[in-house]
């Protein structure tokens, strides 16, 4: 069973922190990984995506790949209370080239 | 441009009646997902359209959903004789291509009573 695993929090940092996500998955062959933001009764959006090992930014979002460990990050720098939301991972499957898509983390920024 | 749309937003619905939902992608996007999420919870992945190939129907939970995709385009995912715990929003998103960037519509929430 191909698995995409993230903290389901709520991961609680102050404004202007440094916060970060984290997801893992199971299946070596996976090539695309993609991070998601979806705030409470809203749809998903696309908040970075990312191909290659090493890091990824843009603006205060950092993207990090590491297909050795595999494992996903997301770091969010001077959090906003805007950045509250639920974030989701998805991996491909590689073979079949499906997403799988974890349970996401709750974030809450504290003014 | 235009974005995902879905329809109707708000269903409610009768146990044992069935339901039609509707998905209108992206212009030019092969590939088109249907997913369900339930109050609090992630994710399921229910069936993906992709160009002229055959449908994975992999996560369809039962035999009562089925999905088709017209013309290349606009979907309808039909769940017939529906139960309460078919109870859920219910997304659709479209890409480019399979593993292109997932666009979301608005969703469907659908209440069946």
């Known amino acids: 069973q191909k698995e995409v695993e993230q903290n389901s929090g709520p991961l609680s940092v102050p404004e202007g922190a440094i916060a970060s996500l984290n997801c893992t998955y199971s299946?070596?062959?996976?090539?695309?990984f993609f991070w998601y933001r979806q705030y409470s009764g809203k749809s998903p959006e696309l908040i970075m995506s990312i191909y290659s090992n090493g890091d990824k930014e843009d603006g205060r979002f950092t993207a990090q790949l590491n297909k050795a460990s595999q494992y996903v990050s997301l770091l969010i720098r001077d959090s906003q209370p805007s950045d509250s939301a639920t974030y989701l991972c998805a991996v491909d499957t590689g073979n079949n080239r499906k997403l799988i898509w974890g349970l996401g983390t709750s974030l809450a920024v504290n003014p | 441009g235009a974005g995902v749309s879905q329809s109707p937003s708000n269903k409610v619905t009768e146990k044992g009646k069935d339901v039609e939902l509707r998905c209108d992608p992206i212009s030019g996007h092969t590939a088109l997902y249907w997913y369900r999420q339930s109050l609090g919870q992630g994710l399921e992945f229910l069936i993906y359209f992709q160009g002229n190939s055959a449908p994975d129907k992999s996560g369809l939970p039962s035999d009562r959903f089925s999905a088709e995709r017209t013309g290349g385009s606009v979907s309808t995912l039909t769940i017939q004789r529906t139960q309460q715990e078919d109870s859920a929003v219910y997304l659709c998103a479209s890409s480019l291509s399979v593993l292109d960037t997932q666009y979301f519509g608005p969703g469907t929430r659908l209440t069946v009573l």
């Open positions: 299946d070596r062959g996976s090539q695309s």
